[in-house]
């Protein structure tokens, strides 16, 4: 990119896992100045570790002003579990550059998905339900981010979210990495904010306790078999010896 070219954001918040046996439909939220931008037209390509490709020059679809692309399952139905996918979304931006955004991600059998939602946040503090500003339903944003931060603690300490068997084991974490948000936010923006600050402040510590008291059930050598002696811990794993995405998995790749 020269330094005439805009510097647009691709919203990429956690690897792209792409679930073996169903469609998956990916998106590249492109964004400059807080807002959203669609891109005039574009391509995805998907290759694996070793370089082959699994989907060539893809042409996306633009919708709601994002590059869409739906990898169809029939495309990766026959392809063995992996780490190390790296997507390339090369879009034709309004500026006139074909720009091109990296991914890396993985070929998994399952997602990790949430346990939680307002509920669950409404059993700790019934008034959250009266503090929502006006035209707000839900404390999905906070949820959502909450989550997304977990999942990047996990693949940061060298563990890979699609191998968790036991989704329950983050109820506590998620619980309270969302109040930490919700009140965080609140002690800067409105009501009381010393009140509110203390209890962002609790939430936090609370997240970190539940963090490290955190035990999970492992899939390590990803068979889908739910054993009671795989479970590890939310503690960093140092591996050695791999460079880049492939690098963090200790060097496994193919199952």
């Not at 948000?181 to 609790?202: E, H, I, N, P």
């Amino acid at each position: 990119m020269s330094s005439s070219d805009t510097e647009y954001a691709a919203r990429f918040s956690i690897p792209e896992f792409l679930e073996r046996g169903r469609d998956n439909k990916i998106t590249a939220p492109i964004y400059r100045s807080g807002a959203l931008v669609a891109p005039v037209s574009g391509t995805v390509s998907i290759y694996r570790q070793d370089q082959s490709v699994v989907v060539n020059a893809g042409v996306v679809t633009i919708a709601a002003s994002i590059a869409t692309f739906t990898v169809t399952a029939a495309s990766i139905g026959s392809l063995l579990l992996e780490d190390g996918y790296l997507l390339e979304w090369a879009l034709l931006m309004p500026d006139g550059v074909v720009h091109t955004f990296r991914r890396d991600g993985a070929l998994v059998r399952r997602r990790l998905y949430p346990v939680i939602s307002d509920i669950d946040l409404l059993r700790r503090h019934r008034d959250l339900s009266a503090l929502r500003e006006a035209g707000v339903t839900s404390y999905q944003d906070y949820l959502d981010e909450a989550f997304c931060m977990i999942e990047n603690r996990l693949v940061g300490g060298g563990k890979r979210p699609y191998l968790v068997m036991s989704a329950s084991a983050f109820r506590e974490c998620h619980v309270c990495l969302t109040l930490h948000l919700v009140w965080q936010d609140y002690a800067t923006s409105a009501g009381d904010t010393s009140r509110y600050q203390q209890l962002a402040d609790s939430y936090g510590q609370a997240y970190e306790n539940a963090w490290a008291s955190l035990s999970f059930i492992y899939d390590e050598t990803d068979e889908n078999v739910v054993s009671i002696d795989r479970r590890n811990s939310g503690s960093p794993t140092l591996w050695l010896g791999g460079h880049g995405y492939a690098g963090w998995l200790g060097g496994r790749g193919v199952r």
